[in-house]
């Protein structure tokens, strides 16, 4: 009972602009969150394009017709949505005044391998051929891939350190969350903690306190 173009407008709501899925299902009026999953999964498998089913068998001639306009449909949707997918994923990594590190652009690049499936060289294509977005050369890639990570073995120290950090506004540095640490029994420096939360990207919010305001002044 629903549109190719209303399961569209959904479907965009999810993968372009990062809306949650029970969001979206609540906003129209779907009676659960499984409705949209599958749309989204049916989409995917069927080269990003909106399948919608007739009653009735077509006749074999309109089938084939139908499956090469699909197929031709499908990769011309599936390269909009990898490109939007790589725009909104390494622009965000840009967000920042500093721009990112190129360890973080190369993490970013391998969760995008994972996602879309595809190459390096294509994901890497797409992103330098954008003036916008921080450029990167495959070599550098892999040498950032390849490079021994020292903080391998911290990840649940890492994971904790970013739960603090969110848990209070993104308002903490690392001299609080450092202290939060040791009230928790963490055997650890605060210069640890600073290192760790700049590789994250964590930064702490500053608040200009208001001053009172005096008429003697």
């Not at 031709?72 to 949707?77: E, L, P, S, V, Y």
């Not at 997918?85 to 690049?109: D, F, Q």
Request: charged share 30%; hydrophobic share 30%; with cysteine.
């Amino acid at each position: 009972k629903y549109t190719a173009n209303f399961k569209l407008a959904a479907i965009d709501r999810v993968l372009l602009g990062g809306e949650a899925l029970s969001q979206v299902s609540l906003d129209l009026g779907l009676t659960n969150t499984g409705i949209l999953a599958n749309w989204l999964r049916s989409f995917k498998e069927n080269g990003y394009t909106v399948i919608t089913k007739k009653k009735g068998r077509p006749p074999k001639n309109a089938q084939k017709q139908g499956q090469t306009t699909d197929q031709r449909t499908g990769r011309a949707g599936k390269e909009t949505y990898s490109r939007a997918c790589i725009h909104k994923k390494i622009g965000g990594l840009n967000s920042r005044t500093e721009e990112p590190r190129k360890e973080e652009l190369a993490r970013a690049i391998t969760e995008l391998r994972q996602e879309l499936r595809l190459s390096v060289k294509h994901i890497i294509d797409v992103i330098n051929a954008n003036p916008g977005l921080p450029h990167i050369s495959r070599s550098n890639y892999y040498y950032q891939t390849h490079k021994l990570d020292k903080d391998s073995g911290n990840q649940k120290l890492m994971d904790r350190i970013k739960e603090i950090f969110l848990e209070h506004s993104q308002r903490y540095g690392y001299r609080r969350i450092y202290g939060q640490l040791r009230r928790e029994d963490y055997e650890v420096n605060h210069k640890k903690v600073q290192r760790l939360m700049q590789k994250m990207g964590l930064f702490a919010i500053s608040i200009r306190k208001r001053r009172k305001y005096s008429s003697y002044y």
